[in-house]
């Protein structure tokens, strides 16, 4: 028989210094491989739709608000931009996808660099993936999903903008996710995420810290 006194606890992401996030520092724009941060160390990217919520989450996350450009206007974000935890830590904001108004030639440019740092890099340790929680498990969040898939790469995906549906709402948008990924994509996790209230964030930091650390 156990009895409470048998059970240690997990050590909550709480238990990580809030300086930890906050000392997080940009670190520069990339589009091209060549330019790149040598590829050594742990790092984690932020993926997904334009407008999804990247931008806001790695604000929110690291508790400062101006570090990643947040906009109203989809496909803002044109580089991968990385972000240094501390030596050999990066956090990369990868530029959204499924943004119509993009040229062509750009949007090809994107998408090449994109498959090409998903397949190739070594340092990636994870990948967060942001789907708006009205919007989940588009055609383009699959295919990201099997990038991952083939090479194994551990994927958590944030149900952003959970504050824009009720509580119920927002729970059974989770249990819908939860139930797709287990059929295609076992080992994917999800949870709710809202970069305006905050919900989910000791969740999300726990799994960012322990891919990181
Ligand atoms: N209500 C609500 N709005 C959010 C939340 N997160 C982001 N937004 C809004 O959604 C819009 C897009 O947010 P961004 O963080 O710029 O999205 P992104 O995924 O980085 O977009 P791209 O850089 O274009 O790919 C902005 O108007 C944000 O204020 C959230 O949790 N709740
Ligand atoms: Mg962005």
Redesign the pocket.
């Known amino acids: 028989m156990r009895n409470p006194s048998d059970i240690i606890p997990f050590p909550p992401s709480t238990t990580v210094d809030i300086d930890y996030w906050r000392s997080i520092r940009f670190l520069r724009g990339v589009n091209a491989l060549n330019q790149l941060p040598p590829d050594t160390g742990r790092e984690v990217a932020f993926a ?1 739709r ?8 790695i604000n929110r996350l690291t508790d400062q608000r101006g570090l ?1 450009r ?3 206007t ?4 044109q580089l991968l931009n990385f972000f240094v935890v501390k030596p050999e830590r990066h956090l990369v ?1 990868l ?2 996808y499924g ?1 119509a108004r993009v040229p062509d030639s750009i949007r090809r440019h994107w998408g090449e660099l994109l498959k090409r740092y998903l397949h190739e890099r070594v340092a990636l340790q994870g990948l967060v993936l ?1 789907m708006d929680i009205r919007h989940p498990l588009t055609e383009t969040d699959r295919q990201l999903l099997d990038s991952c898939a083939a090479r194994e790469l551990a994927v958590h995906v944030l149900l ?5 549906l009720s509580r119920g709402a927002a729970s059974a948008a989770l249990a819908q996710l939860k139930r797709a990924l287990a059929a295609t994509y076992p080992g994917a996790t999800a949870q709710l ?4 209230t905050g919900q989910g964030i000791n969740e999300a930091r726990t799994r960012l810290h322990d891919w990181l650390e």
Do not use: I, M
């Open positions: 997904g334009s407008n999804a919520g990247k931008s806001s989450a990643a947040v906009s109203k989809p496909g803002r974000t904001d530029p959204g943004y942001l952003t903008k959970a504050d824009k995420f809202s970069a305006l």
